[in-house]
Nanobody, 123 residues
Framework: QVQLVESGGGLVQAGGSLRLSCAAS????????MAWFRQPPAKEREFVAS????????FYADSVKGRFTISRDNNNGALYLQMNSLSPEDTAVYYC????????????????WGQGTQVTVSS
């Protein structure tokens, strides 16, 4: 069994920054690609960013490219999302997820999910 626990969410003003963390336990963290998804209010969950096993390859949604950075620490079983230049449109519950198979952009490709952390950006 895998447990993923997000932290670091909160309330921030537009233009500000937040760093989300995801602590993983259970199945070997360093053997799986990871990702961040988010679910804005009254909307479907959407892909934000993913990172390969080694961390050498990263992928981003167009809406966050250039503002968000995904990273991982395989030694400590941790996943991060540095979010800069935040806007109210980034308000959402953010989830970390562990990849199983298939497209990195598709939430159906992920087997384990955290409980989510709320990010609220005020204008």
């Amino acid at each position: 069994q895998v447990q993923l626990v997000e932290s670091g969410g909160g309330l921030v003003q537009a233009g500000g920054s937040l760093r989300l963390s995801c602590a993983a336990s259970g199945r070997s963290f360093s053997s799986y690609a990871m990702a961040w998804f988010r679910q804005p209010p009254a909307k479907e969950r959407e892909f934000v960013a993913s990172i390969s096993v080694s961390g050498a390859n990263t992928f981003y949604a167009d809406s966050v490219k250039g503002r968000f950075t995904i990273s991982r620490d395989n030694n400590n079983g941790a996943l991060y999302l540095q979010m800069n230049s935040l806007s109210p449109e980034d308000t959402a519950v953010y989830y970390c997820a562990q990849h199983k198979s298939g497209s990195f952009y598709n939430e159906g490709s992920y087997e384990y999910w955290g409980q989510g952390t709320q990010v609220t950006v005020s204008s």
